[in-house]
């Protein structure tokens, strides 16, 4: 860590992002991106950056799932006190709707490394006296309300989120991180600095280069519908700001205010989050020059306590440095197993108490927790209840742990959910399997720790690139995944985990009726028998180790970030 101690306090990074997973308690994310997030900022402490971050407070968090005995979700607002977790501050800014001035005031929340580095964490909050009823509203939910509700949140976050900074004395920015699309908005109020500092009454292409200097952009997914959209006349009447249509090759495209392009039109620097989202990022913006950094995990946080002592023991320092964790290779296979066992016994405990499905110790446990989206294809294991039955009475037995929530508005995704628990039922003789309801911070650290097989079924190529996978790795999980997103990096057949289904060579021949093939192929032929030969699986644990875990880390990746975006 002594490197970053020539980087001085003017050289701020300010990272923007509509969620961030702060801390166990705090609903201020809904999934990979806000943990990834967090993950960036706890490695940016631990290596003493001078970062700060910008994010909104949400007082009715994402949401509270709960699932009745056929898989339907009900959601429920999350209850939290704001203030046992932050320190409001006294600075008020100011941003403008449809011309009424909506007052916005932050709280602080101080990411701190073991060594007591801190890193601040401001969430913006509209809910206050002062403002009307609806706009108080503003910081409630995280991806709730309509178009117009999510406008202007990202108003009140990127335009908000750089006048609360500069109030707060951040006046030295080096460069603005947008973590996605949501914070582009901050573009806007950098280009109304540079104006008025050419003393111009409002800002013109010459500004464009200005702040370009300033900014870097991550994209994170192939899906439409995490790029956002706004219809211009709705732009117009919230902004009433000229200078947007003067500059429609800026702001505009194909009709709308694109919040991916106005962050790929002024940033100097943009990347995808795995080499293979690289490719698939150039085929859906073919005339911008984008760069990969592949995502890691904070390794610190995700290896579980069973698994943190035996690094102690063996690896002394792996927590300052992760690459150290490729030694792993020379621990001992009945200390790995052992480590193992002790999370999976946890593991299985917890969710017997939590679902009363009677799982076993002994029998391999299968993991899938994601967002329950279609793309991600949850119930893709399910396809043929058949040939399932038939492969396990052949190769052995399996039982397999799901958790994941649907966005309110999904019905195909909430759909998904309801398929798994048909399955459920009509497996109930031959397979266990459970759905732990409400998917969170804290479920994940159990689940990617006790787990036999973290499985990963995306349709391709929309897994940009997936966290849990690499958080498996660490407490040497190995991944049975489609060949999509950060695996095809990490996946060495039978020596990290394994991949089923079409190459991305060939990916236009792939059906869910021939993954699902491929699958249940590689389950019968390769997957169970290698856990039941219990020297060959722990061998394959401890390459995840040392090839998945020493690399794919957020240690790894902020370097790369420092290197290729921050100090150029």
């Given at each position: 860590?002594?490197?970053?101690?020539?980087?001085?306090?003017?050289?701020?990074?300010?990272?923007?992002?509509?969620?961030?997973?702060?801390?166990?308690?705090?609903?201020?994310?809904?999934?990979?991106?806000?943990?990834?997030?967090?993950?960036?900022?706890?490695?940016?402490?631990?290596?003493?950056?001078?970062?700060?971050?910008?994010?909104?407070?949400?007082?009715?968090?994402?949401?509270?799932?709960?699932?009745?005995?056929?898989?339907?979700?009900?959601?429920?607002?999350?209850?939290?006190?704001?203030?046992?977790?932050?320190?409001?501050?006294?600075q008020r800014i100011e941003v403008s709707v449809e011309g009424r001035k909506i007052q916005v005031r932050a709280w602080q929340y101080l990411?701190?490394?073991?060594?007591?580095?801190?890193?601040?964490?401001?969430?913006?909050?509209?809910?206050?006296?002062?403002?009307?009823?609806?706009?108080?509203?503003?910081?409630?939910?995280?991806?709730?309300?309509?178009?117009?509700?999510?406008?202007?949140?990202?108003?009140?976050?990127?335009?908000?989120?750089?006048?609360?900074?500069?109030?707060?004395?951040?006046?030295?920015?080096?460069?603005?991180?947008?973590?996605?699309?949501?914070?582009?908005?901050?573009?806007?109020?950098?280009?109304?600095?540079?104006?008025?500092?050419?003393?111009?009454?409002?800002?013109?292409?010459?500004?464009?280069?200005?702040?370009?200097?300033?900014?870097?952009?991550?994209?994170?997914?192939?899906?439409?519908?995490?790029?956002?959209?706004?219809?211009?006349?709705?732009?117009?009447?919230?902004?009433?700001?000229?200078?947007?249509?003067?500059?429609?090759?800026?702001?505009?495209?194909?009709?709308?205010?694109?919040?991916?392009?106005?962050?790929?039109?002024?940033?100097?620097?943009?990347?995808?989050?795995?080499?293979?989202?690289?490719?698939?990022?150039?085929?859906?913006?073919?005339?911008?020059?984008?760069?990969?950094?592949?995502?890691?995990?904070?390794?610190?946080?995700?290896?579980?306590?069973?698994?943190?002592?035996?690094?102690?023991?063996?690896?002394?320092?792996?927590?300052?440095?992760?690459?150290s964790l490729r030694s792993a290779l020379s621990i001992p296979s009945p200390e790995i197993w052992n480590a193992h066992f002790t999370q999976?016994?946890?593991?299985?405990?917890?969710?017997?108490?939590?679902?009363?499905?009677?799982?076993?110790?002994?029998?391999?446990?299968?993991?899938?927790?994601?967002?329950?989206?279609?793309?991600?294809?949850?119930?893709?294991?399910?396809?043929?209840?058949?040939?399932?039955?038939?492969?396990?009475?052949?190769?052995?037995?399996?039982?397999?742990?799901?958790?994941?929530?649907?966005?309110?508005?999904?019905?195909?995704?909430?759909?998904?959910?309801?398929?798994?628990?048909?399955?459920?039922?009509?497996?109930?003789?031959?397979?266990?399997?459970?759905?732990?309801?409400?998917?969170?911070?804290?479920?994940?650290?159990?689940?990617?720790?006790?787990?036999?097989?973290?499985?990963?079924?995306?349709?391709?190529?929309?897994?940009?690139?997936?966290?849990?996978?690499?958080?498996?790795?660490?407490?040497?999980?190995?991944?049975?995944?489609?060949?999509?997103?950060?695996?095809?990096?990490?996946?060495?057949?039978?020596?990290?985990?394994?991949?089923?289904?079409?190459?991305?060579?060939?990916?236009?021949?792939?059906?869910?009726?021939?993954?699902?093939?491929?699958?249940?192929?590689?389950?019968?032929?390769?997957?169970?028998?290698?856990?039941?030969?219990?020297?060959?699986?722990?061998?394959?644990?401890?390459?995840?180790?040392?090839?998945?875990?020493?690399?794919?880390?957020?240690?790894?990746?902020?370097?790369?970030?420092?290197?290729?975006?921050?100090?150029?």
């Open positions: 860590m002594v490197v970053w101690k020539m980087v001085i306090d003017s050289d701020t990074i300010a990272y923007f992002s509509m969620e961030i997973a702060l801390e166990e308690g705090l609903p201020t994310y809904s999934g990979g991106l806000g943990v990834l997030a967090g993950d960036m900022l706890r490695s940016a402490a631990d290596l003493r950056l001078p970062f700060v971050a910008v994010t909104l407070l949400y007082r009715k968090g994402y949401f509270y799932q709960k699932l009745n005995p056929q898989g339907t979700q009900s959601e429920m607002p999350v209850e939290w006190i704001v203030s046992d977790f932050l320190h409001e501050l006294p990411m701190k490394s073991e060594e007591g580095y801190s890193i601040p964490v401001y969430l913006l909050d509209t809910d206050l006296p002062e403002n009307s009823a609806w706009d108080r509203t503003l910081t409630h939910f995280l991806y709730g309300g309509d178009h117009y509700y999510r406008f202007c949140q990202e108003i009140v976050l990127g335009i908000g989120g750089v006048r609360m900074l500069r109030s707060l004395g951040y006046n030295q920015i080096r460069r603005f991180h947008m973590n996605e699309g949501h914070a582009s908005l901050l573009t806007l109020e950098l280009l109304d600095e540079a104006a008025r500092q050419a003393k111009k009454e409002m800002f013109t292409h010459e500004e464009v280069e200005i702040v370009k200097n300033q900014c870097v952009f991550t994209t994170h997914t192939p899906v439409a519908a995490g790029h956002d959209k706004f219809p211009l006349d709705m732009v117009a009447k919230v902004l009433r700001r000229e200078e947007i249509f003067n500059m429609k090759e800026v702001f505009c495209c194909e009709g709308v205010l694109n919040t991916t392009y106005l962050a790929l039109n002024l940033s100097h620097y943009v990347n995808g989050v795995a080499k293979r989202h690289k490719e698939i990022s150039h085929l859906m913006f073919a005339k911008y020059t984008i760069d990969s950094i592949t995502n890691g995990v904070h390794a610190a946080t995700w290896v579980s306590s069973s698994f943190q002592e035996l690094y102690d023991k063996h690896i002394p320092g792996w927590r300052e440095d992760n690459f999976k016994k946890m593991l299985i405990e917890y969710v017997n108490r939590e679902a009363n499905e009677g799982l076993d110790f002994n029998v391999l446990t299968i993991g899938f927790a994601r967002r329950s989206a279609t793309y991600k294809r949850g119930d893709l294991l399910f396809r043929d209840i058949a040939k399932l039955k038939e492969l396990v009475d052949k190769a052995g037995p399996i039982q397999i742990i799901y958790a994941g929530k649907a966005h309110p508005q999904d019905q195909p995704g909430k759909e998904v959910i309801k398929r798994i628990f048909k399955a459920k039922e009509l497996l109930r003789q031959s397979i266990k399997v459970v759905y732990l309801e409400n998917y969170d911070f804290e479920m994940a650290q159990k689940l990617v720790s006790g787990v036999d097989i973290w499985l990963n079924t995306p349709q391709t190529p929309m897994e940009a690139s997936g966290t849990s996978g690499m958080k498996a790795a660490l407490n040497g999980i190995p991944m049975l995944s489609i060949l999509d997103g950060w695996w095809v990096e990490g996946c060495i057949e039978n020596i990290t985990g394994w991949a089923f289904g079409e190459s991305p060579q060939n990916e236009t021949a792939a059906t869910d009726a021939s993954d699902a093939r491929a699958l249940y192929d590689k389950l019968e032929h390769v997957v169970i028998p290698t856990f039941y030969d219990r020297s060959r699986f722990i061998n394959v644990m401890r390459h995840c180790i040392s090839l998945n875990g020493s690399f794919f880390n957020t240690q790894r990746m902020l370097q790369q970030y420092v290197a290729k975006a921050y100090f150029l």
